[in-house]
């Protein structure tokens, strides 16, 4: 009975005022748009690799006057196909998505991981942006629009199949459209071959069957991800090999586009420190310089992003330097910026604005950071903004009867680890069903193994806790281990992630002193994917009134 008491004098507590913002949590002019913790451009001509220290993997990139346009995977994560943008090809911002919501909306209702959007290819044609994607279950979509930051399409279905992926387009000067692509063994049962096919005059459907150009099986085994190019007469199908982390890029080039194709290696490892430099995109400069944005796989970190220069030595491109002259680069760290030659417009490339993508949010907005997805398609009472508060209100819902852990959860709000090293810190206040028990909110880092420090109604009273999951892909059991119990509404959540990705959770009641919170934790990667951190609020019962935590800010800073 005294401690439904507690719970119960907890709740009107909060209710009666605890939602204010303090002022001094507040600051008075938050930066939200550069990382405190990852910025690329060193402020002196040069920059460094990765250009973007985060899990945007499988790139592509464009030109389009004097602007670069990107885009990525995003596999089950909603929503999709983030699209970036930059002006230097170093400083680059997330604009928006492509895909508000992944198709066959109820099939992506639920956990998919690793399925969903892989690596695909964006191009700009006749006035409009034409992404296509491969969703290695259904086959090769569409979405095209006039703007880059939004208006998309829903997909259309290009070529259905099951295991065609990685597709990049082509229009030739005869003006018929072709479609290079790849297989996923998992799903086709056959990899490590290109096959091209021509697609009508709109580049919307098909209409013959894909030609096999490129057999890698004995020389470049697992080749995957092509990009199509068209210069000095020659066809070019840039495409890496030899597996994620351990490849490297191959260019084919060819004066029919069906074949046969001359292969060369032309980057590689060599004497760097970066592992299986490959999958990315050519892309010029307005003043005609070549260069290449490729992925590095980084384990826990996901697939970060590297800029490398690119010139062209006999109609044979060569990425990265080239210290022995071979022919084959290897990337570089460190290096002059992109020249873009707009001084006579009257701005430099030194004067453009060091940009990163976003991190930290403290939700005073009416829509969310662009840097959030969620797990699956999301329901529209999972979150809401509050600008009035300067707040993110989740909603506690109901875990899937047949979740057996958090992997199979589809409400966490998450984002992609932003650098090697770093630390988060969130403040919540939580207003608990006091009818529910088991009632959950918290700070999460999400892997194939997970960990999260949350509060919880627990026992009748309100609670803090840790849990770890350990294998959660295998449907392993949690542990959950009892901190402090809580008498006053708010919180404040901190995870430090440390080099390798090596985790200390801590919370404090006043925002100035902080305790740590069980033992440290070993965040790892997820299907495809990084390991991300975020937010979540959920519940093990059913209810017509759940309970829900307002967040005041997400901080993305050095740890201190």
Known sequence: MESQKRLTLWVVILLTGSLRLQAQDKPLSPDTALSKVWVADLGNGKYKNPVINAD??????????????????SFDAVPGLPILHSRDL?????????????????????????????????????????????????????????????????????????????????????????????????????????????????????????????????????????????????????????????????????????????????????NSTVNGPHQGAWVD??????????????GVYGRVIHLQPMKWVNDWPVIGSDPDGDGIGEPVLTYKKPDMELPKKGLSASQFPIATPAESDEFNEIRLGKQWQWQ??????????SPASGSLRLFTAQLPDSAKNYWDVPNLLLQKFPADVFMVTTKLNFTPNPKLEGEKTGLIIMGMSYANLAVKTYQKRISLVYTTCSGAHKGNPEKEKLIADLNQPFIYLRVKVNQGGLCQFSYSLNGQDFKNAGEKFQAVEGQWIGAKMGLFASRNSITNDSGYADFDWFRVEPIN
């Open 56 to 73: 945007y993997s499988d790139p592509d990139v464009i030109r389009v006057g004097n602007e670069f346009y990107m885009v990525s995977s």
């Open 90 to 270: 170093v400083n680059w911002t997330i604009i928006g998505h492509a895909l508000k919501r992944q198709f066959p909306l109820e099939h992506f209702s639920k956990i998919q991981h690793g399925n969903g959007v892989w690596a695909p290819a964006i191009r700009y044609h006749n006035g409009e942006f034409y992404i296509y994607y491969p969703d290695p279950d259904f086959g090769i979509y569409l979405v095209k629009s006039k703007n880059p930051a939004g208006g998309w399409s829903d997909p259309i279905l290009v070529q259905a199949g099951k295991g065609l992926i990685d597709p990049c387009p082509l229009w030739d000067e005869d003006g018929k459209v072709y479609l290079v692509y790849a297989f996923a063994g998992s799903r086709a049962g056959i990899k490590s071959v290109i096959a091209v096919q021509e697609l009508n005059k709109t580049g919307d459907q098909g209409i013959t069957d894909g030609v096999l150009v490129y057999d890698g099986h004995h020389t470049d085994p697992t080749i995957e991800g092509p990009k199509f190019y068209k210069r000095n007469g020659y066809y070019y199908i840039f495409a890496p090999a030899g597996g994620v982390a351990t490849g490297w890029q191959l260019a084919l080039r060819s004066k029919n586009i069906y074949g046969p194709y001359e292969r060369k290696v032309v980057m590689d490892r060599g």
């Open 285 to 298: 400069t307005p003043g005609g310089e070549d260069w290449f944005l490729h992925f590095q796989d980084k």
């Open 376 to 385: 699956a398609n999301s329901k529209i009472s999972w979150s809401f903004l």
